[in-house]
């Protein structure tokens, strides 16, 4: 891979549900803007056979 290509950084998003604590991960588009609006990808697992990493694949 050459630098002429983004690449985002995996951040970490912990939270809670019914007293479950979960991850996610945000990547977010080149040139991010702190208080601008975007369009999201949410992308859940399969289950616990499912594999899952601070990474996107599609």
């Given at each position: 891979?050459?630098?002429?290509?983004?690449?985002?950084?995996?951040?970490?998003?912990?939270?809670?549900?019914?007293?479950?604590?979960?991850k996610?991960?945000?990547?977010?588009?080149?040139?991010?803007e702190?208080?601008?609006?975007?369009?999201?990808?949410?992308?859940?697992?399969?289950?616990?056979?499912?594999l899952y990493?601070?990474?996107?694949?599609?």
């Amino acid at each position: 891979m050459t630098d002429e290509y983004f690449k985002s950084v995996p951040e970490p998003i912990p939270f809670e549900n019914d007293g479950t604590d979960l991850k996610g991960y945000i990547l977010k588009p080149q040139g991010y803007e702190e208080n601008r609006k975007y369009p999201a990808l949410l992308y859940i697992h399969g289950g616990p056979k499912g594999l899952y990493a601070p990474v996107y694949m599609p």
